[in-house]
C-alpha cells in the first residue's frame, strides 16, 4: 500500500491455485460516507504494465510509483522494475544495473 497526492493504491494481489490476472492489479481506495466503508477501485492505467506478482516493493518518488520484484504465480522470484508516472497514469519499464543478487535474493 502507498499513498500519493491524498490517494491511497493498494499494488500487486494473490493467487489462488496457480492462477492470477495477467498483469499487475492497481487499485485505488476509496471511502464511503463518513468513512465508515472502503472499496478498493481498479486503476486504468497505459503504457507496458508489469506482470501479475505478489511480495514486491513498491514506494513512491515524488509523482512516480516504483514497484521491484516479487513473484509470480508459479512462485518464481521477480527480478525487474517498473515505473508508473501518477500524474498520467503511464507505467514504463525500468532499466538498471547493480547486486550480485542472483535469482531473487541479495
Do not use: C, I, N
Not at 499494488?11 to 468513512?35: D, I, N
Not at 503511464?90 to 550480485?100: D, F, I, N, P, Q
Amino acid at each position: 500500500v502507498v499513498q500519493h497526492d491524498g490517494e491511497v493504491y493498494l499494488v500487486g494481489g494473490r493467487f489462488k491455485a496457480g492462477e492470477g490476472g495477467k498483469y499487475l492489479a492497481l487499485l485505488r481506495m476509496e471511502l464511503g460516507a463518513l468513512g465508515r466503508s472502503v472499496a478498493w477501485v481498479p486503476v486504468e492505467t497505459t503504457g507496458p504494465k508489469p506482470s501479475a506478482r505478489r511480495g514486491l516493493s513498491a514506494t513512491v518518488l515524488g509523482d512516480t510509483l516504483v514497484v521491484f520484484g516479487g513473484e509470480d504465480a508459479d512462485r518464481r522470484y521477480m527480478d525487474d522494475a517498473h515505473a508508473l508516472d501518477l500524474t498520467t497514469m503511464t507505467w514504463r519499464a525500468v532499466e538498471y544495473s547493480g547486486g550480485e543478487g542472483g535469482e531473487g535474493g541479495a
